[in-house]
């Protein structure tokens, strides 16, 4: 059923601050979307990255592979902030008690 109204609009903008990358997504993270939102954090070279995932609608599988490619890019230096969808997601995936993961 249609609920009116606009999709989410998808958008993964950067800011680097020294070492420290700050990269906010917003709207939906799906397959069309997942890997701008892998190659926008991979852009800057940083040694710490915060993907701020709050203002994020809707996450799929290959947001979620895209999370874990991060991880691995970024061992121990990887901070998410999830919104409640994402956390959710997370939570069903079994990748809910990550390090990397921060409260909703």
């Known amino acids: 059923m249609d609920q009116g109204g606009a999709p989410p609009v998808f958008s993964a903008s950067a800011e680097i601050d020294g070492d420290h990358l700050q990269v906010v997504v917003t ?4 397959m069309a979307t997942a890997d701008t939102m892998l190659q926008t954090a991979l852009r800057e070279p940083a040694e710490r990255i915060v993907l701020d995932l709050r203002a994020v609608t809707f996450f ?7 999370l ?27 990748l809910g008690d990550q390090g990397w993961l921060r409260p909703a």
């Open 27 to 30: 709207g939906e993270v799906d």
């Open 60 to 66: 799929d599988s290959a947001a979620i592979h895209a």
């Open 68 to 94: 874990v490619r991060l991880a691995q890019q970024f061992p121990g230096t990887l901070t998410v902030l999830p919104s409640r969808q994402v956390r959710r997601v997370l939570d069903i995936s079994g």
